[in-house]
């Protein structure tokens, strides 16, 4: 049995949001309205002082009323489907959860998980380790019962941007359950709000994952992090923190063995790059800058795949700089592979794309610059080919390099 495909606090995070859209899209309308009834403000000329988006007399009151009637019936409407959650709550919250619905969730949280956050709108995914889509007790008795065959060899796997821990499953294969089957791991899903900074998602798996160290049912052995697209960005963000958290006791960074990273872009995502392009040429127009606004539904940890960011969020005024090069960490054994979509030996161009998103040399860490190159030995390195990005999880090719370097 699965839960409901459409959850009771999933119409009031849909309300919530459409609330703010409406708000902002009035907002938007007047702010366009305001610099059409004025000239763009040059020195000298008078006219609409930047930043002034506000109209005035009758029209104004025209638009705050917009808005303030839009957030009365939006609180109202959230209101009573609060009240109806109670008469809809699910009997059993611990059955499986839809598949669709996941997916559909963490989409939305890629792309817009820091305003979620920020509202505290329901949809707004809150980071918990799972199996099954199921999130896991963090005390010892209640995890012994969830996971009665844990093993010392405990295997964390972190997804991409817009995705879930369910997503780890494609096409009949899984990374976790086949390094289980073969190797003796216990897979454990991390389930995350991908919107979030990078560095955020960082700082809150840190201490998360001391708690999972000091709950396992069974001393652990060796832990190894197994992290796809950003999931590597947040694994690598998370032992900076860590170790940054020492003083306080933190145990488990001295534990790690392992660091694989599956399409990391360790320096950065040119289609994030592309996008970012088309807010700046918005903005330079005087009378088009506010729909910059609708190129900025990028979540901040979108941004921060522009330039591989793991220690903080990329903003507007640091666009010209590059991203704080963090080495990878003493003592533990990282690796990477990349992917490509063309055949082995093939062209300069095939390199350039990658796997469609992430270039083989990001995903390698290879820079020009060295003080920006990540410094993985030559045979931690692997390259698959004719590979995209999400074939990374089922491929058999990264899945025999997996099991070679985790035995």
Request: glycine share 12%.
């Amino acid at each position: 049995m699965t839960q409901p495909l459409l959850q009771a606090a999933d119409l009031r995070g849909a309300t919530r949001l459409t609330t703010d859209a409406v708000v902002g899209l009035a907002s938007l309308v007047e702010a366009m309205h305001a610099r059409i009834a004025s000239p763009p403000w040059l020195p000298g000329l008078g006219g609409a002082v930047p930043g002034d988006e506000r109209t005035r007399g009758l029209t104004g009151l025209v638009y705050k009323t917009v808005r303030g009637v839009t957030h009365l019936v939006g609180g109202s409407t959230e209101h009573l489907l609060g009240w109806l959650a109670l008469a809809m709550a699910d009997p059993q919250p611990l059955r499986a959860p839809r598949p669709e619905r996941e997916a559909f969730v963490a989409a939305l949280n890629g792309v817009l998980g820091d305003h979620l956050a920020a509202t505290d709108n329901p949809l707004a995914l809150a980071m918990a380790f799972r199996q099954g889509g199921r999130a896991l007790p963090l005390d010892r008795p209640s995890l012994r019962a969830r996971v009665p065959g844990a093993t010392p060899k405990l295997l964390v796997l972190l997804h991409g941007l817009c995705m879930n821990d369910l997503q780890w499953q494609r096409d009949g294969h899984d990374h976790g359950e086949a390094l289980a089957r073969e190797l003796g791991y216990t897979p454990v899903y991390l389930h995350y709000n991908s919107g979030l900074s990078v560095s955020t998602n960082g700082r809150i798996l840190a201490p998360l994952l001391e708690r999972l160290f000091d709950a396992w049912p069974v001393p652990v052995q060796r832990l190894a992090l197994l992290g796809h697209s950003m999931g590597g960005l947040v694994a690598r963000s998370a032992i900076y923190h860590a170790a940054l958290m020492q003083r306080g006791g933190l145990r488990w960074p001295g534990r790690l063995d392992d660091l694989v990273c599956l399409g990391t872009p360790h320096l950065g995502a040119p289609l994030e790059r592309a996008g970012h392009g088309v807010d700046v040429l918005l903005g330079a127009a005087p009378y088009a800058a506010p729909l910059a606004r609708i190129g900025k539904l990028r979540s901040a940890g979108i941004n921060d795949l522009r330039r591989g960011s793991i220690l903080g969020a990329s903003t507007a005024e640091d666009d010209a700089q590059r991203a704080a090069a963090v080495g990878l960490p003493p003592g533990v054994h990282c690796r990477a592979i990349a992917a490509c979509l063309g055949p082995a030996g093939g062209s300069l161009k095939g390199r350039l794309l990658g796997d469609g998103l992430v270039p083989v040399a990001s995903a390698l860490g290879q820079d020009p610059d060295p003080a920006r190159s990540l410094d993985f030995a030559p045979e931690d390195l692997a390259i698959v080919h004719d590979t995209g990005h999400l074939d990374l999880l089922s491929s058999p090719a990264v899945y025999a390099q997996l099991k070679a370097w985790l035995a």
